[in-house]
């Protein structure tokens, strides 16, 4: 399973210069854990952190001008960060499986002369075979839109790191040199026709970048979620869907595909979901012949007849959705999702972090998550490595720590007392 062991994100709102996890220079931090949960009170930069990681996917499937005006970002000045004239930068430190050396990937999004977003710089890194010090090779550099992508899995020559950044015209024309005749063979000196498009996008489709490909798929297989009970309540027209959607509105499908692919498996899926949903005896999925409509029907334990999704109440429809898409049969590397407590049962919330949990450190390898929550009854049902304090500067800008760095919280916790309760009572503020 696909991990990031970090992310660093600079100048976008109030996310001015803030870091979590491991990155490639900072070696001796603790990596992300499988389920990462950021806390903080309201307008500490929670929605801008998960928004950073929306922002990302949306760069890659839309480009950087088309992402800084959806879901209401309001354009490029809207999102950088207040007083600041520099570019928007992201950093992802991540690992394809378990033992594979990890892969840094840094993106700066700037103004051009016009006054339109384009990609500034882009750059994809990996450490060689055996290396444990020192610069990581770059096998994609892109500055302006220009650049050298090496070929394949070979890795070629070591580059000067300070000297790309200044001079990567000088890199291009020497490996045009004949000295260097068979490097050139393993490098495509590449140009953008579009620098408003990331890099990965286009050379992550060519079957000759596979490094890239795996980044790019990566990142279009996050899951972030946006959603709407009112979206669930929807009745959509019959046919089986695999995955569920961001906004939730083709539950009915995915049940459908599931009881339709997955038969031996979908009985105990739904029998599982029920018992976790207080009161509700079995859900089944309905369709109607002449309109081709499907009904997902909850059985309530205390009526004889089942109930709609049209007629449940938000809680229950966001935890079904929620553990559905924990059952997915190919779930996607990395869910992130925003406030899952809103409209749930405060006794839920444990449950509900349980599994996340138990799907996130699963033998069979589910999605790493990522959560961001002001919810203490949540929070009990974590460990301080697992936590993020997300709190505002006195410049009005973000900072962020982790609980398990402060040694009194976790003598705390190991003496019993719950996260959330030390949350509540302030001892997870930084001191």
Not at 309 to 338: H, N, R, W
Request: hydrophobic share 35%.
């Amino acid at each position: 399973m696909a991990k990031i062991e970090g992310f660093k994100v600079k100048n976008f709102r109030t996310l001015k210069d803030v870091t979590l996890g491991k990155l490639w220079n900072l070696q001796q931090a603790t990596p992300l854990t499988p389920m990462t949960t950021v806390i903080g009170k309201n307008g500490v930069g929670k929605s801008s952190l998960f928004d950073a990681f929306g922002f990302l996917a949306d760069c890659l499937k839309n480009g950087v001008e088309e992402a800084c005006d959806a879901r209401g970002r309001g354009g490029f000045e809207k999102i950088r960060a207040q007083g600041e004239q520099g570019p928007i930068e992201f950093e992802i430190y991540y690992k394809e499986e378990g033992n594979a050396r990890p892969i840094t990937y840094e993106l700066a999004i700037d103004l051009d002369r016009s006054g339109r977003p384009y990609v500034q710089r882009e750059r994809l890194r990996q450490r060689r075979y055996l290396q444990k010090h020192g610069w990581p090779f770059s096998f994609l550099i892109l500055n302006e839109g220009k650049g050298v992508v090496w070929k394949g899995e070979v890795e070629g020559r070591q580059i000067d790191e300070y000297k790309t950044q200044v001079d990567l015209f000088g890199l291009i024309e020497s490996l045009k040199s004949p000295e260097h005749a068979e490097e050139s063979t393993l490098t495509d000196v590449v140009e953008l026709e579009d620098k408003r498009k990331l890099g990965i996008a286009t050379l992550g489709a060519l079957k000759q970048h596979p490094r890239i490909s795996a980044f790019r798929q990566f990142i279009e297989g996050w899951y972030l979620s946006y959603f709407y009970p009112d979206s669930a309540r929807e009745i959509p027209k019959a046919g089986p869907q695999k995955h569920l959607n961001i906004h939730g509105d083709n539950l009915g499908n995915v049940v459908q595909f599931m009881e339709r692919e997955h038969k031996t498996r979908f009985d105990r899926i739904l029998q599982g979901i029920a018992d976790k949903i207080p009161g509700i005896g079995k859900i089944t999925t309905h369709k109607e012949e002449i309109s081709n409509n499907l009904y997902l029907l909850f059985h309530d334990k205390g009526f004889s007849k089942p109930f709609t999704q049209m007629q449940m109440s938000d809680g229950t429809l966001k935890v079904f959705a929620y553990l559905l898409l924990l059952e997915d049969p190919s779930p996607p590397p990395f869910i992130c999702i925003e406030e899952p407590e809103n409209g749930l049962y405060h006794k839920l919330l444990e449950t509900l972090a349980r599994e996340f949990r138990a799907h996130a450190t699963g033998k069979k390898g589910g999605s790493q998550v990522f959560i961001t929550t002001h919810q203490p009854y949540l929070v009990d049902a974590l460990d301080p490595e697992e936590v993020w304090v997300l709190e505002k500067g006195e410049d009005g800008c973000s900072t962020i720590h982790r609980a398990s760095d402060d040694p009194i919280v976790k003598n705390m916790v190991a003496e019993g007392l719950p996260l959330g309760g030390l949350w509540y009572s302030d001892y997870l503020d930084a001191r």
